[in-house]
């Protein structure tokens, strides 16, 4: 069955900067539908980032455009979240998500908030806090 193994999470201050990783076993991502999702206390969890399985569009939340990048090593089975300029509301554990066969995803932007079906596959998650 397909993992998905988020890391990289951890304190820091406003305007820092952090970088995720997520590494894919049991199948490699570069055709799959894949993302950055993340959840705060108390909220609901909301799509950060997203690449589609058929034409490789990336979608971003206008939340983080502009902030955040994401990436991809296929070569490792990694994706990454390069997250700069970093604010108390980015706090949330992020995780990412695929699909379970190509095609069965998908993600789009509608008036800036980033939407998201058929991503079966989740991580476990890694923590961010951004403090003062």
């Known amino acids: 069955q397909p993992r998905l193994a988020e890391s990289g999470g951890g304190l820091v201050q406003p305007g820092g900067s952090l970088r995720l990783s997520c590494v894919a076993s049991?199948?490699?991502?570069?055709?799959?539908?894949i993302g950055w999702f993340r959840q705060a206390p108390g909220k609901e969890r909301e799509g950060v980032s997203c690449i589609t399985s058929r034409n490789r569009d990336t979608y971003y939340a206008d939340s983080v455009q502009g902030r955040f990048t994401v990436s991809r090593d296929y070569s490792k089975n990694t994706l990454y979240l390069q997250m700069n300029n970093l604010k108390p509301e980015d706090s949330a554990v992020y995780y990412c998500?695929?699909?379970?066969?190509?095609?069965?995803?998908?993600?789009?932007?509608?008036?800036?908030?980033?939407?998201?079906?058929?991503?079966?596959?989740w991580g476990r998650g890694t923590q961010v806090t951004v403090f003062s």
């Open positions: 998500a695929t699909e379970r066969k190509v095609g069965d995803g998908s993600c789009t932007v509608s008036s800036g908030i980033l939407y998201y079906s058929g991503l079966e596959y």
């Open positions: 049991g199948f490699n991502p570069a055709n799959y539908a």
